[in-house]
């Protein structure tokens, strides 16, 4: 068994693609938006392992809390930077050790996105 996706149901399907796409780096995997019943898109890194699927979707939508996303990073104080300067706002930096640093922000949907710079 292999994990393949994760779904983010949106009402902002155009500003959630900016965000994943500028801000993550992400890329278009499979458009779907030519249905307008069914406006789908799955993003992957360079890898291609695990995608995000963003749904637009008026009647399914995150509110609640406890679930994130996690970015790896090698450089946690640039993209720091590079979200506040994006007009986004980034939590409080965190290191829960010596080894791991990482901050919260929200996606366009009040999404958890967790960016982490692990020393090895």
Aim: net charge negative; hydrophobic share 35%.
């Amino acid at each position: 068994m292999r994990l393949v996706h994760s779904t983010i149901f949106t009402k902002k399907l155009d500003e959630s693609l900016r965000f994943y796409q500028e801000m993550l780096g992400l890329s278009i995997a499979r458009d779907l938006r030519q249905d307008p019943a069914h406006q789908i898109v799955f993003l992957t890194d360079d890898a291609g392992h695990f995608m995000i699927e963003l749904v637009q979707d008026g009647t399914q939508i995150y509110y609640g809390g406890g679930i994130s996303l996690g970015f790896q990073t090698e450089d946690l104080d640039r993209e720091y930077q590079r979200f506040q300067d994006a007009g986004y706002l980034p939590g409080k930096m965190i290191s829960p050790n010596p080894h791991v640093r990482f901050f919260f922000v929200k996606d366009p949907n009040d999404f958890s996105i967790q960016m982490i710079q692990e020393d090895k």
